[in-house]
């Protein structure tokens, strides 16, 4: 059956998948492994997006399958009104894959922002880190995003919070010559950290 499922999802076949998923429901989470993918997964990617979202009404649907996030997904594709239908049924805001960015940052990298919005409004958290502990804000600072800075900055995200090198978004900001940035950072209160890989103190003339 899996096989059948898997040949109609490909072919974009919406009313022979629904009909699989009628007669065997558990299979809207199953995980193809040659794709290492589920089917929504895999009618998005295909570019079958009515499928996908008639894949969401299935019962059995996980809107928070561990490893296999629609949001991130829906996100990543470009699919904004698919990401905000799965916000609005209680998609994690927060989901982070190891060894991936955040649904937020990515978001905010694409700035969609209203999107980033939505999803600040159902909890996502402006401060998440990651495994070396770069939050939104120090990697916008050092990347010169002067409209994710401020939109992190009216969302309140903590301006301080180093990462795991010891680098803050002011230090980071000003070691890439983000001046424009930094003076935003400065304005806040920011204070510039002492990262274990800066070789001297970083001082403001």
């Not at 570019?47 to 009404?57: D, K, R, T, V, W």
């Not at 009216?154 to 795991?164: E, F, M, T, V």
């Amino acid at each position: 059956m899996s096989e059948q499922l898997l040949h109609a999802l490909s072919s974009g076949d919406m009313q022979t998948c629904l009909s699989i998923f009628g007669q065997n429901p558990e299979l809207v989470s199953h995980i193809f492994q040659d794709e290492h993918a589920t089917p929504f997964e895999l009618a998005l990617s295909y570019g079958f997006s009515q499928l996908a979202q008639s894949i969401m009404e299935v019962p059995n649907f996980d809107i928070n399958q561990q490893g296999h996030n629609p949001l991130r997904l829906a996100i990543d594709l470009g699919y904004l009104d698919i990401a905000k239908q799965l916000l609005e049924s209680g998609a994690n805001p927060n989901y982070r894959p190891k060894q991936m960015s955040s649904a937020l940052l990515l978001c905010l990298d694409n700035e969609y922002f209203d999107l980033a919005e939505l999803m600040v409004q159902k909890g996502a958290e402006v401060n998440i880190r990651n495994e070396k502990g770069w939050t939104p804000l120090i990697w916008a600072s050092m990347k010169g995003r002067v409209k994710v800075v401020d939109f992190l900055i009216k969302h309140g995200a903590l301006i301080d919070i180093c990462n795991n090198d010891g680098w803050n978004a002011v230090t980071g900001a000003y070691f890439k010559q983000r001046l424009e940035i930094v003076d935003k950072l400065l304005a806040q209160g920011a204070v510039f950290s002492q990262g274990n890989r800066m070789n001297a103190h970083i001082s403001i003339s």
